[in-house]
């Protein structure tokens, strides 16, 4: 069992900024892929962005130059720096983590209870 928590999030102010950040602890022999997704009140749950475990990052296009993904592998941990926030970018952020248990098994997903970012005057 792989246990995924999330921290951070908060209110924030149109153009201010916030940081998220998630761990992942439990049965882990390795860490794949770590990402961030979100979803607003209405809406379906959309990728923000992923890191590999070479540190190679993709993001998706309304937050490109605005979010950076991070992550420390020796912790298992992925970080979300978010910058000149939108009210457009209020919604429920989910850590999302592939692990895998051994060196035979396969990855499986793992997702994190969420937490809530609001960005309003």
């Known amino acids: 069992q792989v246990d995924v928590v999330e921290s951070g999030g908060g209110l924030v102010q149109p153009g201010g900024s916030l940081g998220l950040s998630c761990t992942a602890s439990g049965r882990i022999f390795v860490v794949g892929v770590m990402a961030w997704f979100r979803q607003a009140p209405g809406k379906e749950r959309e990728l923000v962005a992923s890191?590999?475990?070479?540190?190679?990052?993709d993001y998706r296009d309304s937050v490109k130059g605005r979010f950076t993904i991070a992550r420390d592998n020796a912790k298992n941990a992925v970080f979300l720096q978010m910058n000149s926030l939108k009210p457009e970018d209020t919604a429920v952020y989910y850590c999302n983590v592939d692990a895998k248990y051994s060196l035979y098994s396969t990855y499986q997903e793992y997702w994190g209870q969420g937490t809530q970012v609001t960005v309003s005057s």
């Open positions: 890191i590999t475990s070479r540190g190679e990052a």
